[in-house]
């Protein structure tokens, strides 16, 4: 499992999808979880993290699913349309 950090926003999008990626590359169960429960601040960049992270995971074969998305951010994929590209874990 992956975790997001406590912020996401714009600022912190690169460093945060770079570490993710990363942990894509070390991970080896063929299920991809990120773990969203510690997000607290973020904007619609952590969507963009998150789709482009499952699109990794896609590309290597793998499943994925977010567990405890915050309720905020899941409004928000829902307003653009990309919630069911976030299965809940």
Aim: aromatic share 4%; hydrophobic share 50%.
């Amino acid at each position: 499992m992956l975790v997001l950090p406590p912020e996401l926003t714009h600022e912190q999008a690169s460093a945060s999808l770079r570490m993710l990626l990363q942990g894509l590359k070390a991970h080896r169960d063929p299920g991809l979880v990120v773990d969203a429960a510690a997000l607290a601040s973020f904007d619609s960049s952590a969507l963009a993290v998150l789709l482009e992270c499952r699109r990794a995971a896609l590309s290597e074969g793998k499943t994925f699913a977010v567990k405890s998305l915050p309720p905020a951010l899941a409004t928000l994929a829902g307003l653009y349309g990309v919630e069911e590209l976030l299965p809940a874990a």
